[in-house]
């Protein structure tokens, strides 16, 4: 066992590297291409500096160790809020645009159809197919105005 590590050098780690990140592509799951990546660090190393094979690992295992900072770090979804200021907040998309009465308002109670929901409307009683502008959004609940 000694006697094929004492064998590796610099073009073993660097098979081992491209396999490693060959099965990742066969196997994805961005865990085997940093111990790829680790590998290939080593025999790009190894060509610059002769060391034992009790160095060569070691370097292996710190180079792995390190990457799992940096994976994480680079696998974080970087939440943009100006990408998409409505998330968690639909109701508040709603707010100054018009809609159709898909029921009439009657008692202060209607609805109105936005895409594939149907929503509760509040407002002054108003025969359905009016034109309404959302004005105050509470919850679920859209206040609306006779446009």
């Known amino acids: 066992m000694t006697d094929m590590f004492a064998?590796?050098?610099?073009?073993?780690?660097?098979?081992?590297?491209?396999?490693l990140m060959a099965l990742?592509?066969?196997?994805?799951g961005v865990f085997l291409f940093w111990l790829g990546?680790?590998?290939?660090?080593?025999?790009?190393?190894?060509?610059?500096?002769?060391?034992?094979?009790?160095?060569?690992?070691v370097m292996f295992a710190?180079?792995?160790?390190?990457?799992?900072?940096?994976?994480?770090?680079?696998?974080?979804?970087?939440?943009?809020?100006s990408a998409s200021p409505f998330l968690n907040k639909r109701t508040e998309a709603l707010l100054g645009r018009e809609f159709t009465l898909e029921k009439p308002?009657?008692?202060?109670?209607?609805?109105?159809?936005?895409?594939?929901?149907?929503?509760?409307?509040?407002?002054?009683d108003t025969p359905a197919g009016t034109r309404v502008k959302v004005v105050q959004v509470d919850g679920a609940n859209l206040t609306v105005a006779v446009t």
Not at 7 to 19: D, H, P, R, Y
């Open 24 to 28: 990742e592509t066969i196997a994805p």
């Open 37 to 57: 990546l680790a590998a290939l660090l080593v025999g790009l190393v190894s060509f610059v500096v002769t060391m034992s094979w009790q160095i060569q690992l």
């Open 62 to 81: 710190i180079f792995a160790a390190a990457a799992v900072p940096v994976w994480r770090r680079l696998a974080r979804p970087k939440l943009d809020a």
């Open 7 to 19: 064998s590796l050098g610099n073009w073993n780690w660097l098979i081992f590297g491209f396999i």
């Open 105 to 124: 308002i009657i008692d202060g109670s209607g609805t109105v159809r936005i895409g594939d929901t149907v929503w509760r409307v509040a407002g002054p």
